[in-house]
């Protein structure tokens, strides 16, 4: 039972392994297409492709996924909700691949709405916490709001092109469509949602409620990543307009520098964690919308930095946290000598997020400032800025809690469960930093070219000598270590900030409870108790939609009067004087008596136009409707009716009679398509051994329907019967 719990970590391990595999055929320029027939009316597959895109993230979500499946299992080994967090974490890696290998658009979407699920459960792991319920639904509404946005976009696409595949949507391109406008801020908005762009990006930090296994895996290496992913999916059929890139970069611009900043205000690692990759988030949508290939090669080297330096960092403060009982920056210095294994993981987690040679970490920045040098003077600044406060930011993590005297004066032993991962993630960084070629033409050109849609081959390498990206290196250095000794005050400064102008998570909350007290108010006023105003609210609504849909058709009476018969004014009398006679009498019994009128009189018109079936139907349905109601009457009190006189109520049934009425007589002066009668009575028989063709609809043809109706009416049924049930003692009528 030790080893089991090993057993997600091991899996995830062996699917690492079969796309890694593929790495060959991939790096050649190859494509593996899988495809399964799911709703071929509607022209629906399960489709998947791997491609040099789809690769990455497949590696990205096994290899990370087992090293952090492996630590959840020594991190949570007393915790009795263990296996259901390996459970949850499992799911969630299955919607995450499903998302990146899917082809087909409503696979995607699905799989899509999979990770937002997941990572619902996942954040509110600990429900017991408010805070933790709290956040997991903030990230619920946010993440499933722009799923719907993206479910808009996608259908629009469909609708457009006549198919879902993803691959020949961006053969196809969309920029010069007049519906562009809409799908792109339908796409985008789904995007920024998922990958917390301003301003939706406040959701990420609050999901750091979850475990830190959790956090490093969910809001780290991958989840975050899909709508990264989804705009590089989509960059040919939607990139390289001008609205495109004013969207990308603006909010990718203000992204960065708000993640950037707001890591300095936090004194929780964990925390001070989340914001840092808010501002990856807003570095790889900015160069997303960039869209030069310098930018696109930039955006697709800093997906495996990130990945590999925030779950090291991650895993590295959970390691912390487990050793000495506290993640707060003021609360942990001077523990080196007795943490050297977890000051070396996070050393080397830090440095790479610092850009420090000769760690992956420096080629991302070198390649990202590399990218920004070619556009706008103010996209380099952000870019600068930003990077230094990962400087800052890095040294907080890494310098900070080890040196100076011990704040503690022991910590924790850890299990090579819990620091293997980190460290293994950081001396890969430094390996591929060292290595660059490894990774160039075999993987980082692949997928450069699944990006722009044409072939691509680069060369990546440490040293280029000295020019624009390196000087801008040096002066990140400068700055970032100068102002690291300002970080007490900085924080001070942007805690008083934040204390007078507040974040927008608190415009969130007040957004919630304005719609809470708007609900609030619209339920006292519609669910008031009152019989009488629901039906009033229900028939005037139906008397709108009513003369609605008449005024704006073509509406077009018979030409010629309709002929009456002295039995038709008859029949219609009776109707009439019945129903003003339930309108105006006081007593019950007689009212449930003229309402029988009525009934009869409709069975009558049934019988007129030789539907003898249905008139026996209603004939017996409105007896029996009597007879209970009379029945009812005994069990009620006894009190006096109130005549009907509210000119509201004799308005709405005036208008929705009229309308009704023209309706019908509009329909009359339409063809009568007999395609359903005809093949009605051509099959019933031959199909469904019945000769009378309204109890095979009934009974055959439309079954399900049929049950569903039966089980509403036996429902209603034992409801009146319990209702009937709960005043025993009898009363006069």
Partial sequence: MTLLRFLPALISALLFVGFANQYSTIAAGGVIEASWPWLPTLGVELAFRLDGLSLLFALLITGIGAIILSYAADYFKTDPRRDRLQILMGLFALSMLGLVLADDAISLFLFW??????????VGFDHHRDVARRNAVQALIITGLGGLALLIGLITMHQ?????????WNALGFTEHAAYPLILLAVLVGCFTKSAQFPFHYWLPNAMAAPTPVSAYLHSATMVKAGIYLMLRLNPALGSSDLWMTALISCGAITMTLGALWALRQTDLKLMMAYTTVMALGALTLLIGLGSDKALMAAIVFILVHALYKAALFLSVGMMDKQVGTRDLRKIHG??????????????????MAGIPPLLGFLGKELIYAATLGHSWWVSVIALAANVMMVMTALAVAWGPFTGSPSHDSAKPISVAIWWGSLLMGLLALTLGSLPSLIDTRLIAPILSAVTGREQSLHLSLWHGINGPLLMSLLTYA?????????PRIRATLADIEARYGEMDQLYQWKLDSLHRLAAATTRQLQNG???????????????TLWAALLNGALALPPTA??????????GLLAMVGTWVVVRTESRLIAISALGIVGATVSIVFVMFGAIDVAMTQLLVDTLMVVFIAVALVRLPRVKLERITNRIAGVIAITLGAGVTLAMLAVLTVPIDLTLSNYFGQNSLTQALGRNVVNVILVDFRAMDTLGEISVVVIAALAAIAALKSKPEVKDF
């Fill in 113 to 122: 709405e999979g990770t937002t699920l997941t990572s619902f459960l996942l």
């Fill in 562 to 571: 309709l002929a009456l018969s002295w039995v038709d004014i008859i029949v």
């Fill in 335 to 352: 523990m080196g000598r007795r943490m050297p294994i977890a000051w070396a993981c996070a050393a080397l987690g830090a440095l790479s």
């Fill in 479 to 487: 700055l970032g270590f100068a102002m690291y000794r300002l970080m």
């Fill in 530 to 544: 009152r019989m009488t105003f629901y039906l009033r609210v229900t028939f005037g609504v139906m008397s709108l």
């Fill in 160 to 168: 457009i092109t006549g198919t879902w595949r993803l691959s020949e």
